[in-house]
């Protein structure tokens, strides 16, 4: 008589756990990027461009936050 099994490997609290902090490292990095880039934008703008945006110098680190973390 001959026997058959089907073996099916259960998902690994381990894997899934470091799938989980992978996506999350990447989306940390990639709000990190935002923040950079808008910040490093903005503070190369003079007064003047500043100013009409409505913006004034100490609010650019401010609106770099607000453009990565606060969507």
């Known amino acids: 008589m001959?026997?058959?099994s089907d073996v099916t490997?259960?998902?690994s609290a381990l894997g899934s756990l470091l799938s989980t902090l992978t996506v999350d490292?990447?989306?940390r990095l990639a709000?990190?990027?935002v923040f950079n880039t808008t910040y490093r934008e903005l503070?190369?703008?003079s007064d003047r461009e500043l100013s009409?945006?409505?913006l004034n110098r100490t609010m650019v680190?401010?609106?770099a936050y607000q453009?990565?973390?606060e969507m």
């Open 2 to 4: 001959a026997y058959a």
């Open 9 to 11: 490997r259960a998902p």
């Open 25 to 27: 490292i990447r989306a």
């Open 31 to 33: 709000r990190r990027k």
């Open 43 to 45: 503070a190369s703008l």
């Open 52 to 54: 009409d945006l409505g």
């Open 61 to 63: 680190r401010r609106v």
């Open 67 to 69: 453009a990565a973390y």
